[in-house]
């Protein structure tokens, strides 16, 4: 395991919690409470935006079901919406991530 790795790790323990009670695509549908990778979303996806993907406003919360149709091109109205807010936002999102990665990497050399 890469330092990436070891930091996007960190970076989902520390978005799960702060995570809601209920998926944000408006289905309302409760998420579980052990920590579940496939039920958080970037926006902006990461591997269009590797720059963004440590920012915690670049996260949405789906259901495991919910995620994987939005994946597969079947956005909700709210997931939409916010993907239209994380492009408006790209700049926030952009520098909270580099933010993270800075504060994390830091840590794990011991700096």
Not at 6 to 22: A, D, G, Q, S
Not at 92 to 97: A, D, H, L, P
Request: with cysteine; proline share 4%.
């Amino acid at each position: 395991m890469d330092i990436d790795d070891i930091t996007l790790n960190i970076f989902f323990i520390y978005c799960w919690k702060h995570k809601p009670k209920r998926c944000q695509c408006g289905c309302g549908k409760h998420l579980p409470d052990s920590l579940n990778k496939c039920c958080m979303d970037h926006n902006l996806d990461k591997s269009k935006y590797p720059e963004c993907k440590y920012s915690k406003s670049n996260i949405a919360y789906y259901t495991p079901d919910c995620h994987s149709r939005k994946t597969n091109g079947f956005f909700s109205n709210k997931q939409l919406e916010k993907y239209k807010e994380a492009i408006e936002n790209y700049d926030f999102i952009k520098e909270e991530s580099l933010k993270f990665e800075e504060k994390v990497k830091n840590k794990l050399y011991d700096k």
